[in-house]
């Protein structure tokens, strides 16, 4: 089993700055994929940024520019920096990790963590 646990979200001024962090934990043999996804209330899950293993990243266009996705390897961990936000923002965002055990492609993903972005 792999937990992961996410942090950072909280409520913000529009144009403020949140920095969400999420750690896996247990028996990974190669994390492969992380990202970040969100779903505001009525609305679909989406994709917010996704991060390689090799570095590589993509972005939502609504996002582009304004949030940054990285990741530390050695702490399975992967990190969004949001900047500028906006009461678009305004979801649950989801950390996303893909993950290798003997061999099987594994997806896990975190409990959610609120991020309200209001005056």
């Known amino acids: 089993q792999v937990q992961l646990v996410e942090s950072g979200g909280g409520l913000v001024q529009p144009g403020g700055s949140l920095r969400l962090s999420c750690a896996a934990s247990?028996?990974?043999?190669?994390?492969?994929?992380m990202a970040w996804y969100r779903q505001a209330p009525g609305k679909q899950r989406e994709l917010v940024a996704r991060?390689?293993?090799?570095?590589?990243?993509n972005y939502a266009d609504s996002v582009k520019g304004r949030f940054t996705i990285s990741r530390d390897n050695a702490k399975n961990a992967v990190y969004l920096q949001m900047n500028s936000l906006k009461p678009e923002d305004t979801a649950v965002y989801y950390c996303?990790?893909?993950?290798?055990?003997?061999?099987?492609?594994?997806?896990?993903w975190g409990q959610g963590t609120q991020v309200t972005v209001s005056s």
């Open positions: 996303f990790v893909g993950y290798v055990i003997g061999g099987t492609y594994y997806r896990s």
């Open positions: 991060i390689t293993s090799g570095g590589s990243t």
């Open positions: 247990g028996s990974i043999f190669s994390v492969n994929d």
